[in-house]
């Protein structure tokens, strides 16, 4: 190994074994995704003078029930979004194995929609605001992406592009072969968790975003589009995939209609706000 490398730090991607029973990270992280951002909505819900008229979109006490329907839309749309977005050849070859979750493969962008259909169902069943419900996920989806990201790490998956920097490691997989690598899950990390957590904080808690539902789902298409679009450049792309042209590469693609759907989705809101001015004076 170059001596200018950083060694990867080996971690069993099985986190505790009880029997025959094994836990792994990649598991807990969806866990701590969906138990902190249980914690953060209700919080969000019962800080009243961040809502329109001081008035939450629905109880704390009903977050919930949105655990529940975002848990199954996580988790349906994810493993169906990579079924369809990044390997129909071969699961069209072996369709037994779409149901195989333990051997990997959940896809972000199906996970999105998966969740988007969660939480109109859910909106629609308590009679809450849509777009409300969509800015509180929105609000608490970079915590998950978070620990996401970190599991990848962990389980030396979803490597980066060769690289001569100093803190390229090798991973220890063959696929990725004996050659240092940008650790572009932990780029990810930070960009769509880290960073993108922090942005949303500051315009639901300094420019009262949540008082304009959409805005801060808006901002998140944004965001996450371009965090994620530019941890594509140092992430490796998925080879033989038909948009896999150049330096561009699936989840490019997929996340420019994110970046266009929130930019609408921010300008609507804008011309809502002026509206609603327009007509108080």
Known sequence: MDVLTIAYPAIDPVALR???????????????????????????LRQGRLWPGEKPPFAPE?????????????????RLG?????????????????VAVWNGGMSFHGALLGSIAAMVVFAHRIGA?????????????????????????INAELWGRPSTLPWAMVFPVPEAGDVPRHP??????????????????????????LSQPGLTAG????????????????????????????????GIFYSIPMILAGVLIIRAVGRRVRSAADVQR
């Open 18 to 44: 009880i029997g025959p029973l094994a836990v792994k990270w990649y598991g807990l992280a969806y866990v701590a995704g969906l138990l902190l951002g249980r914690f953060y909505v209700k919080a969000l």
């Open 129 to 153: 605001n849509l777009w409300s419900v969509m800015d509180l996920s929105a609000a608490a989806t970079p915590m998950g992406l978070f620990f996401g990201r970190l599991a990848n790490f």
């Open 82 to 98: 990579y079924v369809v977005f990044y390997q129909p050849r071969f699961f069209a070859t072996h369709p037994l194995q779409m």
């Open 219 to 250: 901002a998140f298409l944004v965001g996450y589009g371009l965090a994620r679009s530019f941890c594509e450049l140092f992430r490796e792309p998925d080879a033989g995939h038909l948009f896999t042209i150049g330096p561009f590469t699936a």
């Open 184 to 209: 572009s899950q932990l780029y990810e990390a930070f960009t769509e968790g880290i960073v993108l957590f922090a942005v949303l904080w500051w315009l639901t808690h300094r420019r009262n975003a």
């Open 62 to 78: 009903r977050v919930d029930d949105l655990l529940l329907f975002m848990t199954v839309g996580v988790l349906l749309g994810g």
